[in-house]
Every structure is written in structure tokens, then in C-alpha cells.
Nanobody, 115 residues
């Protein structure tokens, strides 16, 4: 059974930091492209960052320079270090795993940036 389990969300003040984790099981983690997708209240999903199976990274303009994505294939875990958080970063953050013909999503973890 494929599982993607996110953790690390919470309430943080503007300017603060959080580190999200996504623990994967049930598929060949190292062969998949991994992403973090954010859904803010009242908005559609937004891909904020990704790392492909070869290690190439992607960042949305809104988070570049503040967020860092990484993956540990031995631990089958995806990370997102989020610094200098802003209220507009608030949302549910889900990790996704993708390869040709397959796409999996986790349930997500809530991130709230508020004073």
C-alpha cells in the first residue's frame, strides 16, 4: 500500500521557520519525482517546490530564496525547510510522488502563519 505521511506543520509567527517532512512507503521512492503542493484557503493547489529523481529542484517564485526542498532516498523521506514565513504561506501542504503513469498524494499538514 502506498503511503505519504506529512508532518511538521503548525502555527508560526511571521518571520518564523518550519520544517515539513513526508515519509513515503509502498513504492520505489528514489525513482519518483517529489513535490510539495500548497492549497491556501479559497484558492486552488499551487506547486511550491519539487525535486526530481535526479536531484534537480524547482521553486515557485513566491518561495524561492526562502524555502529549501531536499530528499533522503535512504530514509524514503522528503523535506521542506521553510524560512522567513509570511501570512500568505498559510495553507495545507501536501507531498506528491509522480512518475509515468502513477501519481500519489498525501493527506497534507496545516501551516498557519499568523501573529
Amino acid at each position: 500500500e502506498v503511503q505519504l505521511v506529512e508532518s511538521g506543520g503548525g502555527l508560526v509567527q511571521p518571520g518564523g521557520s518550519l520544517r515539513l517532512s513526508c515519509a513515503a512507503s509502498g513504492f520505489t521512492f528514489g525513482s519518483y519525482d517529489m513535490n510539495w503542493v500548497r492549497q491556501a484557503p479559497g484558492k486552488g493547489p499551487e506547486r511550491v517546490s519539487g525535486v526530481n529523481s535526479g536531484g534537480r529542484t524547482y521553486y515557485a517564485d513566491s518561495v524561492r530564496g526562502r524555502f529549501t526542498i531536499s530528499r533522503d532516498n535512504a530514509k524514503r523521506t522528503l523535506y521542506l525547510q521553510m524560512n522567513s514565513l509570511k501570512p500568505e504561506d498559510t495553507g495545507v501542504y501536501s507531498c506528491t510522488a509522480e512518475t509515468v503513469g502513477h501519481s500519489y498524494w498525501g493527506q497534507g499538514t496545516q501551516v498557519t502563519v499568523s501573529s
